[in-house]
């Protein structure tokens, strides 16, 4: 056989596998396309629209202009837009305790049964999270009504006026309700990541089911809960849907910039000033990235410790 016959043989399974590697990557491209197209119609492209939009503004005559940064020094001057934050910084600071307490009692009680109600209480304290946000509102605004609620039904003329001045301990157990089985997935997954040998030596060494969670469990899963804080945090950060819902309810409380995110709904749907909306949603949106780099800083520089 001559060299040119053996190169050629060489080189026909050398080229048969770049041909494979090309038919795949083309059928991979392929998979992924239809997600690609909707991740660039319905997400790049508003947000790219959203942006110009945030840089321009309209005057009363009709014209749009090219305002530059002027929108966003007007944000941070603006009353309205401090107040909002000011409001959900203070949700956050109970809902994510309030969060993390439920979700890590009910993944410590399921992760402790090895029966079959495990499985009905976790379906059940999942459930909540596949309700839709707004049906979910809807539900409690119905419970939490002072005139056809069941609560006027069991307390008469005392029932808590929860859509009133109880408006803040109404949104926090809707949240709090929505969410916490989710994060209480999250922890439970990581429950079951623990080698079980590691609860037989805590009890041989005297170790009751209290201590075991206490000392062992909650602190083997401390890194997820440093994501659930994450996803809390912004969670609170673009509180929209249920004072949304419950506004057409709450009696006036619930005011049009209640939240940034309402506050910016209100400025494009109601009082047409889409610029300027666009403005306060990506402002909103720094400041969402700023705290959650500024929590991962912190969290990253504590388990560095």
Known sequence: MSRTDNAETKATPARAEKSREVRERRFGLLLVSPAAVVFLVFLLVPLVYALWLSLHSTTLAGVTRFAGIDNYLRVAQDPSFHSGLVRVAGYALVLIPAQLIVATAGALLIDALANRFARLARLLMFLPY????????????????PTFGPLQEIFGSHAPDLLGDGIVVAL?????????????????????GIDPAVYEAASLDGA?????????????????FTLIILFALIGALQFFTEPQVLSNVAGGVITPDYTPNLYAYTLAFKYNQVEYASTVSFALGFIVILCSVLFMFVSNRRSAR
């Open 130 to 145: 596949a309700i839709p946000i707004a049906i979910g509102a809807i539900m409690w605004g119905f419970l939490y009504s």
């Open 172 to 192: 926090t157990n809707i949240v709090t309700w929505q969410w916490s089985g989710y994060f209480m997935i999250i922890l439970y997954a990581a429950l079951q």
């Open 208 to 224: 009751g089911p209290v201590q075991i969670a206490l000392r062992i469990k909650i602190p083997t899963v401390a890194s997820s």
